[in-house]
């Protein structure tokens, strides 16, 4: 502490002097406030109430409020103010609902002045008029807010927010009649203090509870805003509708937020759990405190700037047990840790890279960069001269590497994104699909991807008998049981002295294909030997064996230099089983002189199996006994992997959704949420909200799936008086009526509801379909036309 520095500050005559200085406490505090002069600090707490003196070096314990024999409620406070008209009046609220008002001016120890105890709950704000002595407002967990004339008794006024617990209440300092209320639903509601029948206006500001506000000391029309959502927002409330101006994303609920004297755009907040510390924004540089203050051990329950015209003294109390007195000398700023260097793509390709001035001023070859020519999203901020810290002078140079707009064209991530069918069809019709719009668009191997995969994956239909049982040769007929074939109509593979070897355990791999008009079998690997002396054309004969005798073979010449052939035999399943009788192929014989043996061939020979083999007829698909889909599972997985590394995730997540279950075991979770998420973020930069809806719908991953159920907020209005209703039941706290009454059979909706969004009326939804298809007024009389779409 000896290190930190003293300030002076001159204020009108007074000097305000100190140090970083703090204090232990008896208990945690919960509310802080400081007196007009900024000589004393009220500390409140569940177990503290006191006063300190703010002296030079160090806070000196004044006064306990907590007096008295047996402990009351009415001293375990969750908040307390201290009127800056009257140095001598204090308010406080207590848990138990009662609202405490205190005298410091009374001779007796006990300071205690008047008790209002109309509030059923909590009350969690009090909030004196900046310039009326006697009126004090009240914002209570149970939903209503109160005006105290401290002159009476009772309260002179009492506003309901028709909606959850009140969290904070401020008067405006501009407006004399005007203050602000903060709800736990999220809204923030504007009253007149002259009309307490209803709010002036009314709007969300937050996505759940709004904890804190605060009007800003100089412009009339600022509010600030803390929510549970992790932001602080600024609202300009001169405007017809409140508009957000500002916006800091923060890294824990806000708990409190204190516009800086003097300074117009900083704002000290401080969070409600997770972060301990104290920040001060500028709200024009949402991503960066300008100063920090990190010497709280626990979370910070209240802040206070020291005076209204001083903004170098900020008072802390904390859950810690501390009263911390800060001196913006001593606050760290981030902007010292923070990386310099910055690098972004944009969504034509073109890179932009931000750094130290110091470092690209010495590049001679750099021009300045005057903008974007498509979307000017870059600017250079404006120097502030009132600025105070010597940090915010430095400044960072901006260059831009443009791409070919040409070469750097999205279009085709756009056209497939739209054309791509991932569901609704048969596997096979979604590859076909998806591979023709990947062929019109020139990504060929992508369409071969697909293609592939329908291969893979899909049955390649029922193939009928007669497309697998004809003849090769021109011209020739379908045999019962033997297949006539002309050599010259054969590729090579097949018109050799080619052996069959059962004997042998041995199989060699085959390449088969199928054409759609004929039946090819061709072996690659089996070339023609030299020498042979089997006919060029021969028609198979009369065939005189057993079944067996079919896949024998002649080893008695063999050739040396001809490489041994093997056929599975399982590739040729047979019809029926073949009987040992010549009778049934004496048709064979009357074909000697049939239409495809041409006149000029020098004969015809019968030849036997051992001479040679025979090919029974084909009755079932080839494909019958390949390997099974999942064999091919790892190439297919190594095939999205390469995808996803040359950065097209959009083959990678349409694959995966349209295979499913099938290939999504092979893929970790986490790989396939992080495709999932870049890919619907690149939806969404291109503006393609119904495709990345669909994508999260047809996502496998559960992280994904809930993507578009998060941050839905449902805002119900009473089908009666037009009032926002509620989130306790569907019966209107204001005109008492149940608001989901069916307008066709006049009973409670307990259900599916629908109801039309110009009248409010609706119920059942089977009711009021049939209902519309009939008539177009509404059926609830209100003369409405109502369509159901």
Known sequence: MEKMARVTTALGGNALTGRTMFCHLDAPANAISVCRDAAQVVVAGRNIFKIYSIEEDQFVEKLNLRVGRKPSLNFSCADVVWHQMDENLLATAATNGVVVTWNLGKPSRNKQDQLFTEHKRTVNKVCFHPTEVYMLLSGSQDGYMKCFDLRKKDSVSTFSGQSESVRDVQFSIRDYFTFAATFENGNVQLWDIRRPDRYERMFTAHNGPVFCCD??????????????????????????????????????????????????????????????????????????????????????????????????????????????????????????????????????????????????SSDSNRKPY???????????????????????????????????????????????????????????????????????????????????????????????????????????????????????????????????????????????????????????????????????????????ADEDDLYMMDHENPHAEEQEYSLPQEAFPLRHEIVDNPSALDHLQDKADSPHVSGNEAETVSLTPVESFSLISISHSLYENRLPSDFFNPIVRDTLLFYAEQGDVQTAVSVLIVLGDRIRKEIDEQTQEHWYTSYIDLLQRFQLWNISNEVIKLSTCRAINCLNQASTTLHVNCSNCKRPMSNRGWICDRCRQCASMCAVCHHVVKGLFVWCQGCSHGGHLQHIMKWLETSSHCPAGCGHLCEYT
């Not at 890294?251 to 510390?277: F, G, L």
């Not at 051990?297 to 008072?315: A, E, N």
């Open 215 to 360: 009007w800003h000391p100089e412009d009339r029309g600022w509010l600030a805003t803390g929510g549970r959502d992790k932001m602080v927002k600024v609202w300009d409330m001169n405007t017809t509708r409140a508009k957000e101006i500002y916006c800091v994303q923060t890294i824990a609920s806000v708990a409190r937020v204190k516009w800086r004297p003097e300074c117009k755009h900083h704002i000290a907040t401080c969070s409600m759990m997770v972060d301990h510390n104290i920040y001060v924004w500028d709200v024009r540089r949402p991503f960066i405190p300008s100063a920090m203050f990190e010497e709280h051990k626990d979370v910070t329950t209240g802040i206070v700037w020291r005076h209204l015209h001083d903004p170098y003294f900020l008072l802390s109390g904390s859950k810690d047990s501390t009263l911390y007195q800060h001196i913006f000398k001593d606050a760290s700023q981030p902007i010292d840790r923070a990386n310099p260097e910055g690098l972004c793509y944009s969504l034509y390709g073109d890179l932009a890279f931000a750094a130290k001035e110091s470092l690209i």
């Open 370 to 544: 005057i903008g974007d020519r498509r979307h000017p999203i870059f600017f250079k901020r404006k120097l502030d001269p009132t600025e105070q810290f010597e940090y915010i002078s430095s400044s960072s140079a901006l260059s831009v590497f443009e791409s070919d707009v040409e070469s750097g064209s999205m279009d085709w991530f756009v056209h497939t994104a739209k054309q791509y069918a991932l569901a609704g069809r048969p596997l096979a019709e979604l590859c076909d699909h998806n591979a023709k719009v990947a062929k019109g668009l020139d990504r060929n191997q992508v369409a071969q991807t697909w293609t592939m995969l329908r291969i893979i994956y899909s049955s390649l239909g029922t193939v009928s008998s007669t497309n697998l049982n004809h003849s090769m040769g021109k011209g020739s007929t379908a045999l019962p049981l033997m297949n006539s074939f002309n050599l010259k109509d054969i590729p090579s593979g097949l018109g050799s002295e080619s052996r069959l070897d059962r004997s042998k355990g041995e199989s060699r791999t085959e390449n088969i294909l199928m054409d759609s008009s004929s039946t090819l079998i061709n072996n690659e690997d089996n070339e023609e030997t030299e020498g042979s002396d089997v006919p060029a054309d021969y028609l198979l004969g009369d065939v005189e």
